[in-house]
């Protein structure tokens, strides 16, 4: 168990680095862990530094504290009367430079990514649980769309990934009320994949076991699943065709069909 140095002075985000897998804490804990724009930045190196290290296979995020993520930290806009107080405000910049990065920043991670939801997960934050492949939630956290409650509308992939996981009557009215979803509904609905006790110990469970299988195809079944619904069956084929023909080069394949026909565990380098 290894603790980054660099990342651990930031403060506002913790890496710690247990066999196979990453722990990645998002850590302002005062502040329900709400993203300032360093907290953006600190995230990324921690995602990157994940990426970097070859036995990293896996990573989990969570909170520190009570909480998962409570969105964008508002002291960060400027809202000084003066003449140029709507440019000040203007969250356009900070989405665009910082939310979306990070939501595509944790698609593109060439390792599986789990989200442990340790207690509330509002605006973006709930954005950046669901951005994560699976989600594992404790009893008394929560997702609440928040955004509705400030004159905004859900952002940082929120307005997409509700709307798949959810259908469009659950997705908007979600939306525009703002009402808080529990754990368990958040389970039943589709929001999440379980609910834990522990949600920490069960996302590095997942994630131990995720970082011990082909990691390669665990990535391309994210990505052909994710873009799935941009095409038609017929073109949803042949990507399969082509992610099975690109996977067919890989170490992972001929050990697992190997160690299938030897009656015999595979042994999956994730390459």
């Known amino acids: 168990m290894t603790q980054d140095p660099n990342l651990a002075a930031t403060s506002t985000v913790s890496f710690e680095k247990r066999g196979a897998v990453a722990l990645v804490t998002l850590n302002r804990p005062q502040s329900l862990n709400s993203f300032t724009r360093q ?3 600190d995230l990324w190196a921690a995602l990157d530094q994940a990426e970097a290290d070859p036995e990293i ?3 989990v995020l969570t909170g520190a504290g009570r909480g998962f993520c409570a969105g964008a930290d508002l002291s960060e806009f400027d ?13 356009g910049p900070i989405i665009d430079q910082a939310f979306n990065p990070s939501t595509r920043r944790i698609q593109s991670l060439r390792m599986p990514i789990i989200a442990a939801v340790n207690g509330v997960a509002a ?7 669901m951005a994560c492949d699976i989600a594992i939630a ?7 769309q928040a955004f509705s409650k400030i004159g905004l509308i859900p952002d940082a992939g929120s307005s997409w990934l509700l709307v798949e996981r959810l259908g469009m009557p659950r997705a908007l009215a979600l939306a525009m009320t703002g009402d808080k979803l529990g754990a368990q ?18 996302a590095m ?4 076991k995720l970082a011990v299988m082909p990691t390669k195809a665990l990535v391309a079944t994210r990505h052909l699943m994710m873009g799935a619904h941009t095409r038609s069956l017929s073109e949803q084929l042949d990507q399969e065709r082509d992610a099975q023909s690109a996977l067919g080069q890989s170490h992972d394949y001929f050990e697992g069909v190997k160690a299938f026909l030897e009656k015999r565990p595979a042994q999956f380098k994730g390459e």
């Open 185 to 202: 509904q958040a389970k039943e609905w589709g929001v999440i994949w379980d609910v834990a006790d522990d949600a920490l110990a069960a």
């Open 205 to 208: 469970a997942m994630a131990e």
């Open 39 to 41: 907290m953006h930045h």
């Open 79 to 91: 809202f000084t009367p003066g003449p140029d107080m709507v440019k000040r405000a203007d969250p």
């Open 138 to 144: 404790s009893p008394h956290a929560s997702f609440i």
């Open 57 to 59: 296979r896996a990573v």
């Open 123 to 129: 605006g973006a934050g709930a954005s950046i649980a």
